[in-house]
């Protein structure tokens, strides 16, 4: 890896972290979500990575990327939950598919309404 690379990489965490963990979830009500979409939701639980799957059922999980703490964003083409600070990805169940994070996204309780 290049120097540049690793300097990039390293101003970007920070970034990340930070506005991941500061800034609000999607507003969108979990109920307007359509199927095989997902997104960080702000709700009553707080934020929460919400995939509604091809038989319309809601997934919750946490959006915090078990590597160092970034918070995950959906990954429509794939349908993964990819963390933009070190590339951790993750399937629509929260188990990982790559690394370097080495648990999954935990499962949360998604409130009716």
Not at 29 to 44: F, M, S
Not at 51 to 66: K, M, Q, V
Request: hydrophobic residues 30%; aromatic residues 4%; glycine residues 12%.
């Amino acid at each position: 890896m290049s120097v540049m690379k690793v300097l990039v990489q390293g101003i970007n965490y920070p970034r990340r972290l930070l506005g991941g963990r500061l800034g609000k979830g999607d507003p969108t009500p979990a109920a307007e979500l359509t199927r095989g979409r997902g997104r960080v939701l702000q709700t009553d639980e707080g934020k929460l990575a919400v995939y509604r799957d091809d038989a319309g059922e809601l997934r919750a999980l946490s959006p915090t990327c078990t590597h160092l703490g970034c918070v995950v964003e959906f990954n429509e083409a794939e349908r993964t939950w990819d963390c933009p600070c070190h590339g951790s990805r993750f399937n629509t169940d929260g188990t990982v598919i790559s690394g370097p994070a080495r648990k999954p996204l935990e499962p949360r309780t998604l409130s009716e309404g």
